[in-house]
């Protein structure tokens, strides 16, 4: 996505840390905001707010293959996380090495599943912790990795998990909207899905919980959300979040395009420079994430030199982007401490076009041709 | 003052909304904090971590002059506001938080597992002291007057050694009454004791300045002040430092006191909230009092059994909360469709129970049976005020004589 702005051309590819709002979402949410009411009121501008919701939370269902019972509406995917792992009350949690870091925080005592160098899940660690300890678990693996788009065996996790009495919970914030969902088919008890990543508003999410799944709030008081999440509903996010959802799951053939985009991306970033490396590329992933290292160049300084030419990458998940320090992913996976210091993650959406793509390569070949540059007249010297 | 004109008033058969006068629920969003709000939905809609990029600078930049709008409502620093979903989520990380860290911690604060509220306090207050309890902690549930304030001398003899917290609700969100904060808060620094404050109704009606009332955390919501939904905040003290356990953890934001991407809209949105509220405060305060009084006294004069519940001078401008004894308030409210208004808080409408909060004030079954709450607001004007004394005297006039008419057998009950 390019802003055209003056006095340079800027490109938009941090689509893993926010996409913007869907045309069907602004329009969805500017009629919310301009209308009142609280949806637990009983009189008529409260029922006029209850039917609003009802409907938003049939449209979220749907885009995760859920019934609309199981939507609760919290205020983002690191909520909802918290939930999903907090709420069941499973003295014994077992987490995926490459979560988020709201999975990670959620549940501090965690066991941690470990990954294979592409950032699979190991199954065969996973079931042999769920076999050493018969205690009731519940096991959390993400759909889709937000650093590198990586993409998790979750029906097999869920099947193996539920053959062991655990729960089954799925973060499913960056593949919602990009890839096809289906709660169901991979029969996942808890999924996590945040608004502002497939282009609702932000401060709005869901946990899909499955009715049976018995859960202690985090959030105590009016009982909303059949006690599960009390708060006056945010009906404006709510309906801007549904309005993102159903836009997103008619127009996700769109990533065909995107995944066409992404793949020539790399190809021409390995054509320019046989050094670089494109993490996991050899497992499934989301058709629009790459993370790409230009070794021998810290990620930093990367991200500062491709935002001086307008081009908008980050150097890893938002939230810790402001830090500096390596990525967990990427330590999980095995790679070196140097290549991992040099990775960037480069995410595409679906406004993205091969101009982005382009300015993207220009940006990134001139800094590397520097960097080769100083390197080599480092050695002559 | 309003940019928006007052909507019509309802006629007969027409078929316009009812007029809204049940602010102490929800506020219509603003038009200027809709306009400040919009940009940040649409242009400027990066993510406020990604500070690598100029997307995420401009996004936190708008989120820093936000957090200093609402730090001067209440005469804070902008690094004590931590932005939260809302009051529901502000008032469990202040009340949870700040007992979970006193028992994770117990070095650092000498061994204090007590905590002290009333019974009148909102639902989201109870519950997280209701949880505590089921951890270990203590919880005095200091019984009101029957005007709804505290008694200082029986908060003061409440309080032991063993005392955290006290949790006393600014202004109530039923019967509007501000509680003497001061006071409270005076007190509970002498004797050591963290003070809480949901302020939710109360902030943006009520000056509040946390340092001269001795505040150490209170919790704000950004749907009750003319600004949008899904966000709140949370004033936590710097100095003397309050510490908290935070309920969600994750990227570290808000000092890491509050995980979680920050929405720059809603941030914006409460900003431009506070800052309408904070110039306006007073000439508003005093146009909704006029309505207030214009209202209960237009009704009195026609209700003439007619009560007030709460302490009719210390309580919120534009609150109303009426007993119209022999009246079922259901009915009343079911009579009267030309106007919004609700027997209480609105999470626990749909229920038939009576208010727990006029029980509290020691009213009986039937009396807090027969009590409706209206909420002013700013969009609201005199006329709308007259034609809710119409609604209410004329549904309560045919409620009572069809009610007379069935005592004497002549219709059906």
Same mark, same amino acid.
């Given at each position: 996505m390019r802003s055209g702005g003056m006095p340079r051309i800027e490109t938009y590819l941090d689509w893993n840390a926010s996409a913007p709002l869907r045309p069907q979402a602004t329009t969805a949410m500017t009629e919310a905001l301009a209308r009142c009411g609280n949806a637990s009121s009983v009189h008529r501008w409260g029922r006029m707010a209850r039917r609003e919701v009802e409907r938003a939370r049939t449209a979220v269902a749907a885009l995760a293959g859920a019934s609309p019972a199981d939507v609760i509406f919290v205020s983002g995917g690191t909520e909802a996380n918290h939930l999903a792992l907090q709420g069941p009350g499973r003295q014994r949690v077992l987490v995926s090495a490459v979560e988020h870091s709201s999975v990670l925080h959620a549940a501090a005592a965690a066991e941690q599943i470990p990954v294979d160098g592409d950032g699979i899940v190991r199954l065969d660690a996973l079931a042999d912790l769920l076999v050493a300890n018969p205690s009731p678990a519940l096991v959390s693996v993400m759909l889709a990795n937000n650093e590198t788009g990586v993409m998790q065996p979750v029906a097999e996790i869920a099947e193996l998990a539920h053959a062991h009495g655990a729960l089954f919970h799925c973060d499913a914030v960056q593949a919602a909207g990009k890839i096809v969902l289906d709660a169901a088919a991979f029969s996942a008890d808890l999924v996590t899905l945040s608004a502002h990543k497939l282009g609702g508003p932000p401060g709005i999410g869901a946990l899909i919980a499955n009715t049976e799944v018995d859960l202690t709030p985090l959030l105590r008081g009016g009982g909303q959300e059949r006690g599960r999440r009390s708060g006056t509903e945010n009906l404006p996010g709510i309906a801007g979040f549904a309005a993102a959802a159903e836009a997103a799951a008619a127009e996700i053939g769109v990533y065909d395009r995107v995944r066409a985009l992404r793949d020539a991306l790399e190809a021409e970033i390995t054509a320019i420079a046989p050094d670089a490396v494109v993490l996991g590329a050899e497992a499934p992933r989301l058709p629009n994430t790459a993370a790409i290292a230009m070794p021998g160049t810290a990620a930093e300084t990367q991200v500062i030199a491709l935002d001086l030419d307008g081009v908008m990458v980050s150097a890893g998940a938002a939230c810790s982007s402001g830090k500096v320090g390596p990525s967990h992913v990427l330590k999980a996976m095995g790679v070196a401490p140097d290549v991992a210091g040099s990775t960037i993650r480069v995410s595409l959406g679906w406004d993205s076009t091969e101009a982005d793509v382009s300015h993207f390569l220009e940006a990134w070949t001139a800094l590397y041709r520097r960097r080769r540059g100083f390197a080599e007249e480092a050695r002559a010297a | 003052m309003t940019t928006t004109p007052a909507h019509p008033l309802p006629g007969n058969g027409a078929n316009t909304p009812p007029i809204y006068l049940d602010n102490q629920s929800t506020t219509r969003l603003d038009p200027r904090v809709l306009e400040a709000m919009l940009p940040y939905f649409t242009e400027h809609f990066g993510n406020p971590h990604s500070t690598s990029h100029v997307y995420g600078r401009i996004a936190a930049e708008a989120i820093e002059r936000a957090r200093g709008e609402v730090a001067a409502l209440i005469s804070a620093d902008p690094r004590e506001i931590v932005f939260t979903s809302g009051a529901t989520e502000a008032n469990n990380l202040a009340v949870k938080g700040a007992a979970r860290f006193a028992r994770a911690h117990p070095r650092d604060v000498k061994t204090r597992d007590h905590i002290v509220t009333l019974p009148t306090e909102h639902k989201c207050v109870l519950e997280s002291c209701a949880q505590l309890e089921r951890e270990g902690?203590?919880?005095? !549930?200091? +019984?009101? *007057?029957?005007?709804?304030?505290?008694?200082?001398?029986?908060?003061? @003899?409440?309080?032991?050694?063993?005392?955290?917290? &006290?949790?006393?609700?600014?202004?109530?969100? *039923? #019967?509007? &009454?501000?509680? +003497?904060?001061?006071?409270?808060?005076?007190?509970?620094? @002498?004797?050591?004791?963290?003070?809480?404050?949901?302020?939710?109704?109360?902030?943006?009606?009520?000056?509040?300045? &946390?340092?001269?009332?001795?505040?150490?955390?209170?919790? #704000?919501?950004?749907?009750? &002040? !003319?600004? +949008?939904?899904?966000?709140?905040?949370? !004033?936590?003290?710097?100095?003397?430092?309050?510490?908290?356990?935070?309920? #969600?953890?994750?990227?570290?934001?808000? $000092?890491?006191? $509050?995980?979680?991407?920050?929405?720059?809209?809603?941030?914006?949105?409460?900003?431009?909230?506070?800052?309408?509220?904070?110039?306006?405060?007073?000439?508003?305060? @005093?146009?909704?009092?006029?309505?207030?009084?214009?209202? !209960?006294?237009?009704?009195?004069?026609?209700?003439? *059994?007619?009560?007030?519940?709460?302490?009719?001078? $210390?309580?919120?401008?534009?609150?109303?909360?009426?007993?119209?004894?022999?009246?079922?308030? +259901? @009915?009343?409210i079911e009579a009267c469709p030309t106007i919004a208004i609700s027997t209480g808080s609105a999470c626990t409408s749909a229920t038939v129970e009576p208010s727990y909060v006029l029980r509290a004030l020691g009213l009986p079954d039937t009396l807090a049976n027969s009590a409706i709450r209206i909420g002013l607001g700013r969009f609201n004007t005199a006329a709308e005020a007259d034609f809710a004394v119409d609604a209410l005297a004329a549904g309560a006039a045919r409620l009572t004589d069809q009610s007379r008419l069935q005592q004497r057998g002549r219709i059906p009950t």
């Open positions: - | 902690f203590a919880v005095t !549930y200091l +019984p009101v *007057e029957p005007n709804g304030l505290v008694a200082l001398d029986k908060l003061a @003899a409440a309080l032991t050694e063993r005392t955290l917290l &006290v949790s006393v609700m600014a202004a109530h969100n *039923e #019967i509007g &009454v501000i509680q +003497p904060l001061a006071e409270i808060g005076a007190l509970c620094r @002498a004797r050591g004791v963290l003070f809480h404050s949901d302020a939710a109704q109360a902030a943006g009606k009520i000056p509040l300045d &946390v340092e001269a009332m001795h505040i150490d955390l209170l919790s #704000i919501s950004g749907h009750k &002040v !003319y600004g +949008p939904k899904g966000v709140g905040a949370l !004033y936590v003290r710097r100095r003397p430092r309050v510490r908290l356990l935070p309920l #969600i953890d994750g990227g570290g934001q808000e $000092r890491g006191l $509050r995980s979680g991407t920050l929405p720059t809209p809603l941030c914006v949105g409460l900003g431009h909230a506070a800052m309408i509220a904070a110039s306006e405060m007073t000439g508003e305060a @005093a146009r909704l009092r006029g309505l207030r009084d214009r209202l !209960y006294q237009g009704l009195a004069r026609r209700v003439p *059994e007619l009560s007030l519940n709460g302490d009719p001078e $210390r309580r919120l401008a534009g609150n109303l909360n009426l007993t119209f004894p022999g009246i079922e308030a +259901p @009915a009343l």
